[in-house]
């Protein structure tokens, strides 16, 4: 063991990059060794090209059955597909040999059964299935032991390595590409954020001022509302008593009853008129005073209309008032909404670009990981193969 590394590191370092290990190590076969593999690989495609020509003359023979012939027909062209074109590079070539044989030979008892017309050639066949995977055996062992499996494998790992080495390039500059988009999103999320608070400052303003436009005239609305239910709910027991003994008579009692204020105002055709005169005779009967007071409500009947009308004047300047600033306002509400979607969008876009970022940061350290393993072998296998020290670039 001391005597191989000696002579291992007595000698110069190579400096190798991924892209020179074929050129570097292309050359280093054994040229005996080389001859017996390709005598073996011959013997092989000589009896694959025998087991082929079985199958060419199977295919073309006919059975009386047709069904016979549709099944041997599907079985002759697949094997004689699966044949006709092999590859060269060594590993490839005992692979693909491997399936031929392997799907050639995987015929089912069932369809072995409709070949007793063919039984002659289902049995050369076989035979030469079984040499076929004999020579490929004896083929497979060689190559197994041999210097020229060691360089191909070597070959296969560089390529391997520098395939990783791209994903690698590529996660970076998919890292990269997330590490500025982030920062540019939290940017324009910042914007929109801001944004999104003066307009509310500017809606709340306007809310406010749409307040403070119309409080005085609430107010003033609210007390006529509150007069005219005090008024008439002075004789509010007289109004139940009338209920009580006619409850169908008047359409509009029970809310006179209920809120005399509103009532009023929605009393478009004055019932209340009807109902104080037909509460004159039993108030004078019951209460004096009560009678006095339904006689000064009919007389100032037309008063109390005239408050409703201010009532209503009031209500629709009101409503002109916040009609006027909800036009105002809608523009700034559509604003809103247009910033807070578009935040959220962002906020989500944030996220999911911060998810993929952990994602691949996991798999490019997986990927590191593997690609130091995969260095590392190729190096020692660089080096038991050219007895020196190996540096990969």
Do not use: W
């Not at 692979?95 to 059964?113: P, Y």
């Not at 929109?192 to 005239?217: C, F, G, I």
């Not at 104080?276 to 005779?281: G, I, M, N, V």
């Amino acid at each position: 063991m001391l005597g191989k590394f000696k002579s291992l590191f007595s000698k110069d370092a190579v400096e190798l990059t991924l892209d020179s290990v074929p050129s570097a190590v292309s050359g280093m076969d054994d040229s005996s060794e080389k001859e017996k593999l390709a005598a073996a690989k011959l013997s092989v495609e000589k009896d694959v090209r025998k087991l082929l020509s079985f199958l060419q003359e199977l295919s073309i023979k006919r059975a009386d059955d047709n069904y016979v012939n549709v099944l041997k027909d599907r079985f002759c062209e697949k094997g004689m597909k699966l044949l006709s074109v092999l590859p060269e590079p060594y590993e490839e070539f005992i692979a693909a040999v491997q399936l031929c044989t392997q799907e050639v030979s995987g015929i089912s008892f069932k369809e072995f059964r409709h070949f007793q017309a063919f039984k002659d050639d289902m049995n050369r066949i076989a035979s030469q299935l079984k040499v076929v995977d004999e020579r490929l055996e004896d083929f497979r062992k060689i190559y197994v032991s041999s210097r020229q499996k060691r360089i191909n494998s070597i070959v296969s790992l560089a390529n391997s390595v520098k395939a990783v080495h791209v994903q690698v390039m590529r996660l970076d500059a998919e890292l990269q590409e997330i590490e500025k988009a982030v920062p540019f999103i939290k940017e324009a999320l910042e914007s929109d954020e801001r944004k999104l608070a003066e307009a509310s400052n500017r809606v709340s303003s306007m809310e406010a001022e749409t307040k403070e436009a119309v409080s005085h005239l609430e107010s003033e609305r609210s007390i006529i509302k509150q007069r005219i239910g005090t008024e008439f709910g002075s004789i509010d027991r007289l109004m139940k008593k009338l209920q009580h003994d006619n409850p169908k008579k008047y359409s509009l009692l029970a809310d006179y009853i209920s809120n005399s204020g509103n009532a009023f105002i929605s009393d478009e055709d004055l019932q209340i008129r009807t109902i104080l005169e037909d509460l004159k005779a039993a108030a004078r009967k019951e209460d004096t005073e009560k009678h006095e007071k339904v006689l000064e409500l009919l007389r100032n009947i037309d008063f109390f209309d005239s408050l409703r009308q201010q009532y209503r004047g009031l209500s629709e300047k009101i409503s002109s008032i916040r009609d006027a600033k909800a036009e105002e306002l809608l523009p700034m509400q559509k604003e809103k909404n247009h910033l807070a979607l578009s935040i959220d969008e962002k906020k989500a876009e944030i996220a999911q670009l911060l998810e993929r970022r952990t994602a691949k940061a996991a798999e490019k350290e997986k990927l590191v990981q593997s690609l130091a393993v995969q260095r590392v072998d190729l190096a020692e296998r660089l080096q038991e193969l050219m007895q020196r020290e190996v540096k990969l670039l």
